[in-house]
């Protein structure tokens, strides 16, 4: 099993829908990630959180939010999708504070028609 | 702004030959950087690492050099397999309490048979 692991895969909504995408994780880790990529531009940060009690944006959070439900819970929402939204969305968890290293899921591809 | 940067979009090689990954970064207080590969389909993992006391680290097939100079970092593969056909990205970060990987826009490696 992956040790972190993203739902839906892949997901086609409708402009001004809710879309909700979940990430759950076996590592054991405090930090989690949730980035965009799109092509072109890479890999860019939209929340992360240090804790369950820890919230913070990154560089392009308009548009979306987090919930860190538990330790191993992160999910973000769009309360009303674009299309400029469409883009694949990776979550990931970091260990040690100051290594750095992430580990990601595999991906969720979100479609906005 | 700060940013992490590829020098090239794409890099064809033919297999067997040794590629050369090049990445420029412009934040000089960063200390921590990071190589991952991203498979088709696949979040990006973990290759190497490298702190900013060092100059070169090597792995398995895999070495990566720093030059803090002018602040470059270059990721090499030695006897470059089809498998290595992939997107790799640079991330560079400051170790810490908070610290967030920045990504660079990725470099495609196709190999030639």
């Known amino acids: 099993d992956a040790d972190v692991t993203q739902t839906p895969r892949n997901r086609i909504t409708k402009t001004g829908k809710r879309i909700m995408l979940e990430c759950s994780q076996t590592?054991?880790?405090?930090?989690m990630y949730w980035y965009r990529q799109d092509p072109g531009l890479g890999l860019r940060l939209i929340y992360y959180?240090?804790?369950?009690?820890?919230?913070n944006k990154g560089e392009i959070s308009d548009g979306y939010s987090v919930s860190r439900q538990a330790q191993a819970k992160f999910s973000l929402s769009l309360e009303s999708a674009i299309p400029n939204q469409t883009a694949l969305y990776f979550c990931a968890t970091g260990g040690l504070a100051g290594t750095g290293e992430l580990f990601f899921g595999e991906g969720s591809r979100l479609t906005v028609l | 702004g700060e940013s992490v940067g590829l020098h090239l979009p794409t890099l064809s090689v033919q297999e067997g030959d040794n590629s050369i990954i090049n990445c420029a970064y412009s934040n000089s207080a960063s200390d921590y950087f990071i190589w991952y590969k991203q498979e088709s389909g696949k979040g990006p993992q973990f290759i190497i690492d490298i702190r900013s006391n060092m100059d070169k680290r090597q792995g398995q097939r895999v070495t990566v050099l720093l030059n803090k100079t002018v602040k470059h970092l270059s990721l090499q593969i030695a006897a470059t397999q089809p498998g290595d056909s992939a997107v790799y990205f640079c991330?560079?970060?400051?170790?810490?309490?908070?610290?967030?990987?920045?990504f660079g826009k990725g470099i495609t490696l196709s190999v030639r048979p």
């Open positions: 959180s240090f804790d369950v009690k820890d919230i």
């Open positions: 991330a560079e970060t400051i170790t810490g309490a908070n610290s967030k990987l920045t």
């Open positions: 590592k054991g880790h405090d930090r």
